[in-house]
Every structure is written in structure tokens, then in C-alpha cells.
């Protein structure tokens, strides 16, 4: 099978913040390779760990409305990875992330992806318009 060009997408420098991830025994699937719904785990904290830092949660909450993920080879424990997010699109109240998952030093990701947040209002669970220091932190990671 002929390997897909990713373009840009696979270059690190496309990303604008990296978060490092720690694989767990327990993230092998019976085929001896990290299971794939295991990278939107990664990626989902990874994100928010960004945002939980940045102080950008303290309003909203994200719920994950789209998701889509390419996996172009496989990682297994004890790998140690690497996130890179990036932002595509700021909306009123959503925001679509981009991503790659790379193991540590690597410069060809494993997988590539996107997902989107749309951000509610913690009680009551409708969607709010980005407040200001959310707004802030993600258009900085526009790409």
C-alpha cells in the first residue's frame, strides 16, 4: 500500500502547543499496539490540559461534537508521545481543534486529526458564546 502524503499536517511545525503523554500497559490493545480510541483519550487531555492551564475553563465547558482521526502507524508501551494541537476555526460558542500524535522525537506522526467543541454553559448545558479568555487562548493557537 502506497503511504499517504499528510502535507502539512504531518509536519511538527504545523502544531502550536505539544503536551506529553505517558502510554499505560493498559492502552494495548490484544494486537500488541496502543488501541485507537485510545489517541482521542490522549488528545481530549492533552487539549484540555492546555486549556486548564491557560485558565480558560473557568465559564464553559467543551462537549465534542466531530470527530475524525488517520492513523498512519502504531505505537505501543512504553511509548512516550507527543500531542500537537493546533486550532483551525473559532466560531461563536464552538472551536475546531486540529492535532497529530507523535512518539517522542519522532518526526512522522501516527495518527492526525480534528475534533470539535462546542462550549455550553456548565449548568444548564447550551451552547454560550467563547468568553473572552477562552476566545484569547485558542485564537492564539490558530494555525
Request: overall charge neutral; some cysteine.
Amino acid at each position: 500500500m502506497a503511504k499517504r502524503d499528510e502535507g502539512e499536517l504531518a509536519r511538527r511545525d504545523t502544531y502550536k502547543a505539544f503536551h506529553t503523554v505517558s502510554t499505560r500497559w493498559a492502552d494495548n490493545d490484544q494486537y500488541g499496539h496502543i488501541n485507537n480510541a485510545k489517541f482521542y483519550e490522549f488528545v481530549d487531555s492533552a487539549v484540555n490540559a492546555h486549556l486548564i492551564i491557560a485558565g480558560a475553563l473557568k465559564e464553559s465547558i467543551g462537549l465534542v461534537v466531530d470527530s475524525g482521526c488517520r492513523y498512519t502507524s502504531s505505537l505501543a508501551f512504553p511509548d512516550v508521545i507527543e500531542v500537537g494541537i493546533k486550532v483551525d476555526h473559532v466560531g461563536t460558542s464552538s472551536v475546531k481543534y486540529g492535532f497529530a500524535v507523535f512518539r517522542r522525537g519522532a518526526d512522522e506522526p501516527a495518527a492526525i486529526g480534528h475534533f470539535v467543541h462546542v462550549y455550553v454553559d456548565a449548568e444548564s448545558r447550551r451552547p454560550k458564546p467563547l468568553p473572552e479568555g477562552l476566545r484569547g487562548v485558542v485564537e492564539n493557537l490558530k494555525g
